[in-house]
Nanobody, 124 residues
Framework: QVQLVESGGGLVQAGGSLRLSCAASGRTVGMYTMGWFRQAPGKEREFVAAIRWSGGSTYYADSVKGRFNISRDNAKNAMYLQMNSLNPEDTAVYYC?????????????????WGHGTQVTVSS
């Protein structure tokens, strides 16, 4: 089993930045693909970004390309999401997930494990 815990959410003004962290425990996630999804009130959970186990391949939703950066530190069993130029449309609960295998990193159904989420609120 893998336990994931997100942190770093909060309230920020439009144009600001936040850095989310996802700490893994229970197993080393060095061989897992890890990703971030988000869910706004009344909306489906949507893909944000993902990174393969080696860190060599990253994936982003079009809505965050050029503003968000995903990274990981396998030695620390952790993943990060640097979010810049935030806007109110980025307001959501952000979840980290992990899975093994070569499934689509943008598909919610690929993920075996999920954290409980961290709230990000961007004020205008």
């Amino acid at each position: 089993q893998v336990q994931l815990v997100e942190s770093g959410g909060g309230l920020v003004q439009a144009g600001g930045s936040l850095r989310l962290s996802c700490a893994a425990s229970g197993r080393t996630v060095g061989m897992y693909t890890m990703g971030w999804f988000r869910q706004a009130p009344g909306k489906e959970r949507e893909f944000v970004a993902a990174i393969r186990w080696s860190g060599g391949s990253t994936y982003y939703a079009d809505s965050v390309k050029g503003r968000f950066n995903i990274s990981r530190d396998n030695a620390k069993n952790a993943m990060y999401l640097q979010m810049n130029s935030l806007n109110p449309e980025d307001t959501a609960v952000y979840y980290c997930g992990a899975f093994r295998g070569y499934y689509s990193p943008a598909s919610r159904s690929s993920y075996e494990y999920w954290g409980h989420g961290t709230q990000v609120t961007v004020s205008s």
